[in-house]
């Protein structure tokens, strides 16, 4: 004990006498470890962390798929029951719905977040009421028989006043009087992690038509499954592979074609993020491996510097173990303090991230921020960097040739410029510094090459100045006929708003993630079945959205029920259904009633309502195609307002005309339209600013690595370099002979990393869009700048060599 505090002592004086070195290593590994902490803190609670369920592992999400891709398409609620009824390796199964309701208090209306669920929710989740209880199962079994709800604690809280009195009690829902049942307790916000109230899926009435709850071919519903003891993921997929034949061949003309996808809860949760979150965490360490070479190195040139010191310690009777843990214990204080400045850097990181990470690029239960977890794996990272950046140096130290050094000394037992690229320790790390900081910058490379690619691509419609609103209608006041009445008075409202421009009203907007979806066929075509995108909207919608009718007209007051059926397409379709014919006058089948036929009145230009990474021109495309309101109405409402000026619309001018045509209705999502847009690229801006960051001070670490050496070794050879110069030698072939040799280094690092850039960008391929993960082009520009950085580096150092006076130079020696 006595030793190890003398040892500690004697660090701290011995790196309080280098202040230079002692700032450099800090900092380098503040970096390192800062970084390491603050991303291990977001990757902890996004893939390591159990998720807030009971046995939260044995949690499986079901999709319903299609076509040979098995796209997502959901489930109807024929099909959840019988996957439910005839798989053989779930214990539990539960439709699940998120979607919103409207509550009305005597404050107002306001829109709540929901789910609808079966009875078997809250005990697949392992959830208890903590007032009353959860769904009973007759309560899901009659449609519309029993008007019940369970609200979330806080719900119950800030609208219900937190009445311990509320089970038993009635709350207006879409203009619905239900039964409170029960109470959740305060840290259970349901599969969502945002949800106030739930209501069973037997009074899927309250969002949805009655009829979907036995229309086999009305599917948007995820279904929750608990698998049983000893069941893995393979089996259950297996099993519902099996249910799923059974229902094609029970119902082919709906499920033909149709599977199931199992998958995980976290799964379902982060889906391509997840490959991101696991490809930034081994970025962070590709960077903090890149700190470790920097110190490494750093250190090494200090023991270099120190041979003579260590060799008369050891010529005085210093034992060489004591001399290595010696070393060890200064590897260790320095990255003690390294640590603690790197867990300060990373509470202040993540909190700067908090503010710039993109909107729901991670699920609700991803909490950001730095806790004990986090600190923990900082403080062991710490220990075992001091330890692994402080071992090669001491054990180098320990070895020296002690009669040897003391008659040389350390200057004249190193010189020699051919050094620089010679095989060594500080050789070797500044090699794969340079080597692990191209893996990071082709990383970068790629993503900001695939954002450039995804912000070139033309959304097809003017985001820019609009304001986008939810209403919801219910269904109690509203049939068809009074829909549309409605949407007519509430456009005449909107527009009447001073600061807006133009105004309308529509089933679903761009990138709002309100899709519906259905089946077409065109009279007269090779093509049946096609799967298309429905939006319903008035007259001014594509002049509102800024999208052009480039053939035939748009829509007007006079295609309203009771007037021919009509259409507009996109020009996506048109060219793809109709490519050497006109598509105006042509008819589309869209049921199977004799009715249920519209003819295209006009074409728009192409808008990309769903992804930008969608070929809508691709044979298998699912098009668009647009409705007038007056002939076919929706309850669920997309509100555009576009600006006359540069600011957007007033909410408060948006929820005031709602109001006045009815005060019951809440306003809700209201946000700008062109932040649907910009989520589209969240990904790939997220990966490529913490990619960049990280290349860019890899990069310089490397620089620094390349700089430290070469300018160690110059340090040492100022007798060469003289003697050089004395028998002839210009001052640039000198320059020259420094900066060839700290290239040589360079290069041996840039084969190296392009060979592990090939095979690591792979883990990248996924996040990629128009750019390919081995991109010809990136590769050279990242080669091209290690090229540039290697050769400054290298001048430096070179440039003041060249400046050695030979006659001062031989008299020093």
């Given at each position: 004990m006595r030793l190890a505090t003398q040892d500690f002592r004697y660090a701290v004086r011995v790196l309080r006498a280098r202040p230079a070195f002692t700032a450099a290593v800090v900092a380098t590994l503040a970096l390192g470890i800062g970084a390491s902490t603050a991303m291990f803190s977001v990757v902890d609670t996004a893939l390591l962390r159990g998720l807030p369920f009971a046995d939260p592992d044995r949690l499986v999400v079901l999709w319903g798929v299609a076509g040979p891709e098995r796209d997502i398409r959901g489930a109807s609620l024929p099909e959840a029951r019988d996957w439910g009824a005839l798989n053989r390796t779930l214990e539990r199964v539960s439709v699940y719905d998120e979607t919103s309701l409207t509550l009305r208090t005597g404050d107002g209306a306001e829109r709540v977040e929901a789910e609808m669920v079966s009875a078997a929710y809250f005990p697949l989740l392992g959830a208890r009421a903590a007032l009353g209880r959860t769904f009973r199962p007759e309560e899901d079994a009659a449609p519309d028989a029993h008007p019940v709800v369970v609200v979330g604690h806080a719900l119950w809280t800030r609208r219900l006043g937190g009445d311990a009195g509320i089970v038993g009690r009635s709350i207006v829902l879409n203009d619905r009087p239900f039964t409170v049942v029960g109470v959740m307790p305060e840290r259970f916000r349901g599969v969502s992690f945002d949800t106030e109230v739930w209501f069973p899926s037997a009074m899927v009435s309250a969002t949805n038509s009655p009829t979907v709850r036995d229309d086999r071919g009305s599917r948007w519903l995820m279904v929750v499954g608990r698998l049983k003891p000893g069941v893995a993921m393979a089996d259950a997929q297996r099993d519902l592979d099996g249910v799923a034949a059974r229902l094609a061949a029970d119902y082919p003309d709906n499920n033909t074609g149709r599977g199931v996808r199992v998958m995980s809860l976290?799964?379902?949760?982060?889906?391509?993020?997840?490959?991101?979150?696991?490809?930034?965490?081994?970025?962070?360490?590709?960077?903090?491996?890149?700190?470790?070479a920097n110190v490494t190195s750093l250190q090494l040139v200090r023991a270099a510097s120190r041979q003579r010191e260590l060799a008369v310690r050891l010529a005085l009777g210093a034992?060489?173990?004591?001399?290595?843990?010696?070393?060890?214990?200064?590897?260790?204080?320095?990255?003690?303090a390294g640590g603690v400045a790197g867990?300060?850097?990373?509470?202040?990181?993540?909190?700067?991230?908090?503010?710039?990470?993109?909107?729901?690029?991670?699920?609700?239960?991803?909490?950001?921020?730095?806790?004990?977890?986090?600190?923990?794996?900082?403080?062991?990272?710490?220990?075992?960097?001091?330890?692994?950046?402080?071992?090669?140096?001491?054990?180098?130290?320990?070895?020296?040739?002690?009669?040897?050094?003391?008659?040389?000394?350390?200057r004249s037992a190193a010189s020699s410029l051919g050094r620089i690229r010679r095989p060594g320790p500080q050789q070797l790390l500044v090699v794969a510094e340079v080597a692990l900081a191209i893996v990071l910058l082709a990383g970068a490379g790629l993503m900001m090459r695939s954002l450039e690619r995804q912000l070139a691509v033309a959304p097809g419609f003017r985001p820019d100045g609009v304001l986008a609103a939810r209403v919801s209608l219910p269904a109690q006041r509203y049939a068809p006929e009074q829909r549309a009445a409605f949407v007519e008075q509430l456009a005449e409202r909107l527009a009447g708003i001073p600061s807006v421009a133009r105004a309308t009203v529509g089933s679903d907007l761009p990138f709002s993630g309100n899709n519906n979806a259905a089946m077409l066929r065109v009279e007269g075509g090779d093509e049946e079945g096609m799967r298309y995108y429905r939006h319903i909207v008035t007259p001014s919608f594509f002049e509102t959205l800024g999208i052009p009718i480039v053939r035939g007209r748009g829509f007007t007051a006079a295609d309203r029920r009771g007037a021919p059926a009509v259409v507009i397409v996109s020009e996506a379709m048109a060219k793809r259904v109709w490519p050497s014919r006109d598509p105006i006058g042509q008819r589309v089948r869209l049921g199977p009633s004799a009715d249920a036929v519209a003819a295209v009145v006009g074409v728009a230009a192409s808008a990309r309502f769903r992804s930008l990474a969608t070929n809508l021109s691709a044979p298998g495309s699912e098009p668009d195609v647009y409705f007038p309101f007056g002939q076919r109405t929706d309850r669920d409402l997309e509100i555009a307002l576009r600006s006359r000026g540069d600011a957007l619309p007033s909410a408060a001018d948006l929820r005031a005309a709602v109001a006045a045509v009815d005060p019951l209705l809440a306003v809700y999502a209201v946000r700008p339209l062109a932040d649907g847009l910009r989520q589209q690229s969240a990904t790939a801006r997220f990966g490529s600013l913490v990619l960049g960051a990280f290349s860019a001070v890899a990069v310089l670490l490397a620089a620094v690595g390349v700089y430290g050496v070469i300018a160690f070794v110059v340090s040492l050879s100022r007798r060469e370099i003289a003697i050089r110069m004395a028998l002839g030698a210009t001052r640039g072939r000198v320059a020259t002979l420094i900066v060839r040799n700290g290239l040589?280094?360079?290069?041996?690092?840039?084969?190296?990393?392009?060979?592990?850039?090939?095979?690591?960008?792979?883990?990248?391929a996924s996040q990629l869009f128009g750019v390919r993960a081995t991109d010809p082009l990136t590769f050279s520009l990242v080669a091209g700048v290690v090229v540039l950085v290697a050769a400054l580096a290298s001048y430096l150092p070179a440039h003041r060599a060249a400046k050695v006076d030979p006659q001062l130079a031989l008299k020093a020696e």
């Open positions: 976290r799964e379902n949760y982060l889906g391509s993020t997840e490959a991101l979150l696991r490809t930034l965490f081994g970025a962070v360490l590709v960077f903090l491996l890149i700190t470790c034992d060489r173990g004591r001399l290595v843990r010696q070393l060890l214990v200064e590897g260790v204080v320095l990255a003690a867990a300060l850097l990373a509470v202040w990181g993540v909190a700067a991230a908090r503010r710039w990470l993109p909107d729901g690029l991670l699920p609700p239960y991803v909490g950001i921020g730095v806790d004990g977890r986090a600190l923990a794996f900082g403080l062991g990272l710490a220990v075992g960097v001091g330890v692994l950046c402080a071992l090669v140096p001491a054990i180098m130290s320990s070895r020296q040739d002690l009669a040897e050094t003391l008659k040389e000394g350390a040589t280094l360079a290069a041996a690092g840039l084969a190296l990393g392009l060979l592990a850039s090939s095979f690591a960008t792979q883990a990248l």
